[in-house]
């Protein structure tokens, strides 16, 4: 599990950001209550809101608003969950029926609408105008990575570029904006606000490769999911990427032939191909780089626990195993 030691100390931090999460998730609306907590309390390690807490506190706030504030983060990833499992056709998430399965497509789209105002309804409460141009660039750029990834679904020609440019805008862009958001607060100077924005960034892009590296080689019980489902819902990841690349002509005929139909049993058979052209290796070697550059943007912040905090969530990050 991603970071078990340090969410082990930080149990008191998930609980304010858990206790937040339900009291600001009242509506007059039943449903809303009902699908919010089915995905909100379903499990998740809380690293958005975390990622937020402990920048705003290496920062110098120490604002009591803060569990609350970083509800913001929580509700904009369940909100984009919520969405993928609808465009996904997803049954199954972390080991769970998905909410499309039990209230319906148009309900759940509409809770994630709901989610997504109510984030900006609570952005708004910070008082803080860069705060909400921080975040109308994050969701712009969330949305257009969402859409990116609908475009090359299937898309065998995709290559690094653009898949490390899907999941900056995808994934790595909310982690940055937590991190960022919690500099501002701390009225951090500019180059500080950066520093943390580009570690949120780098650390978003670790977890996400990591990720992808799961999809192969995981636990299906671990996961809640099965192994190979990004492939088989069409996400083209960089080990697929890498290994279509380097696979001589009669291996990449077969590595197309998998793509496009991938069936439970074939799953061993690519695993063996990824593993003969070092593509998982490259993938991990990919992680431990964006990890080393996440380290580096540490440096500029003195001695304090949260930037240990950090370096901790760094280094366990590579070896999580869902």
Not at 49 to 74: K, N, V
Not at 147 to 169: K, S
Not at 202 to 212: A, E, R
């Amino acid at each position: 599990m991603v970071a078990k030691g340090i969410l082990k100390e930080l149990e008191g931090e998930v609980a304010s950001i858990n206790q937040a999460l339900v009291d600001n998730l009242q509506s007059h609306v039943p449903l809303i209550s009902e699908v919010g907590r089915h995905i909100l309390l379903s499990g998740g390690k809380r690293i958005r809101p975390l990622l937020f807490l402990l920048s705003a506190r290496m920062c110098g706030c120490q604002a009591p608003e803060l569990p609350a504030f970083s509800t913001i983060f929580e509700y904009l990833h369940a909100a984009t969950l919520l969405h993928d499992d609808v465009v996904d056709a997803a049954d199954v998430r972390r080991g769970r029926s998905t909410a499309n399965t039990i209230w319906g497509n148009q309900a759940v789209i509409l809770v994630g609408d709901f989610l997504l105002s109510k984030a900006l309804s609570l952005a708004v409460t910070t008082n803080q105008l860069r705060v909400l141009k921080v975040l109308a660039q994050t969701t712009t750029l969330m949305a257009e990575g969402e859409i990116l990834q609908l475009l090359h679904a299937g898309n065998l020609q995709l290559t690094e570029e653009g898949y490390f440019e899907v999941t900056n805008r995808k994934t790595a862009i909310l982690m940055s904006a937590a991190c960022q958001i919690g500099a501002i607060l701390g009225d951090s100077p500019p180059p500080l606000e950066e520093a943390l924005a580009q570690f949120g960034l780098n650390l978003g892009i670790t977890f996400q490769v990591v990720d992808d590296i799961l999809d192969f080689t995981g636990n299906e019980q671990e996961m809640g999911k099965p192994i190979g489902n990004d492939l088989k819902e069409g996400r083209i990841t960089l080990p697929v990427i890498h290994a279509l690349a380097q696979a001589e002509p009669r291996d990449r005929e077969r590595l197309v032939e998998m793509t496009r139909n991938l069936m439970p049993e074939m799953v061993p058979e690519l695993r063996q191909l990824l593993d003969k052209y070092g593509s998982l290796d490259h993938a991990r070697s990919q992680a431990r780089a964006f990890t080393s550059k996440a380290q580096a943007n540490l440096e500029a912040f003195p001695p304090a626990p949260e930037k240990e905090y950090f370096r901790a969530f760094t280094a366990e990050l590579l070896d999580r195993t869902h």
